[in-house]
């Protein structure tokens, strides 16, 4: 038995290998957003409390950056808790605080050794302190590195992000230093969350929905959607090199014609 499933765990690296073997180095998106979504029916189809895929989902959150990481793309950006989960039950939101705290914990020493480079975006303030304490060690341990940058995020909506950005221009023109005049999308632009990071180029959801759901509202408005049935726990390298290949054969015309 185990030597069977040692065999399928050597045939789907080998698989994932020649996938990614396969994949255009100068055509790789620098960017990688995705909606981690199916871990409750994922959890509810095996019979077991929800919270466990969450866990697993973790594990499928690793083999992502891991996968990234190995394709050169410069950043992934994870919607882990938006704004409209607070809606979830007590118990749920939670065991999904507690989640955080250990990974950013545990992982931490793991992402520095590996050059990834953490951030947080959302209304990260109300979050509970000791999620805050957690997120702002492992940033600070890994703002030097240059691999990749992990970008989880938490508290985010969308439109919260939109809204944020009009106050502090709205700020800005009210205490002089900006007019009415200067406001243009770059001056908006540089009031969101992360206004250092590219905008995404590909943004994958799992769990079988086809919607965005408040996230990245103003930044995806050119990424390459992509849509998969799989729940996130069982989201694979295998899979994320698929979304890949998939982008490298699409033509982006960004709103222009495309002149071959
Ligand atoms: C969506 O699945 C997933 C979430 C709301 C949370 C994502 C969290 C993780 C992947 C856990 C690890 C996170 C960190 C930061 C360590 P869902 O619960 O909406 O699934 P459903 O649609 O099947 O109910």
Redesign the pocket.
């Known amino acids: 038995m185990g030597r069977i499933q040692d065999r399928t765990v050597a045939d789907l690296a080998g698989r994932e290998e020649t996938l990614r073997a396969a994949l255009d180095p100068s055509r790789m998106p620098r960017h990688i957003a995705v909606?981690?979504?199916?871990?409750?029916?994922?959890?509810?189809l095996r019979g077991l409390p929800?919270l466990e895929?969450?866990?697993v989902?973790?594990e499928?959150?690793r083999r992502a950056l891991e996968g990234a990481r190995e394709c050169g793309v410069e950043v992934l950006t994870?919607?882990?808790?938006?704004t409209e989960?607070w809606r979830?039950p007590r118990d749920?939101v939670e065991a999904?605080m507690t989640?955080?705290v250990?990974?950013?914990k545990e992982?931490a020493l793991d992402l520095q050794q590996n050059g990834v480079r953490f951030r947080a975006s959302g209304l990260l303030d109300a979050m509970p302190p000791g999620v805050q304490a957690a997120i702002a060690q492992v940033v600070a341990l890994t703002q030097r590195n240059t691999q990749i940058t992990l970008n989880?995020a938490?508290n985010y909506g969308g439109r919260s992000e939109i809204t944020e950005a009009a106050r502090r221009l709205a700020r800005d023109v009210v205490e002089g230093r900006l007019t009415v005049a200067d406001i243009d999308e770059r001056a908006f632009e540089r009031r969101l969350f992360a206004p250092d990071l590219p905008d995404p180029d590909l943004l994958i959801r799992t769990?079988g929905?086809h919607r965005l759901s408040n996230f990245l509202l103003w930044q995806a408005a050119y990424a390459e959607l992509y849509f998969t049935d799989i729940?996130?726990?069982d989201f694979r390298k295998l899979d994320l090199f698929e979304a890949i290949r998939r982008f490298q054969t699409r033509t982006r015309r960004f709103g222009g014609v495309d002149l071959g």
């Open positions: 909606i981690m979504d199916g871990n409750g029916r994922w959890a509810e929800r895929g969450h866990r989902g973790r499928a959150l994870l919607y882990a808790f938006s989960n979830r749920e999904l989640l955080m250990e990974a950013a992982e989880l938490l769990g929905e729940h996130w726990p």
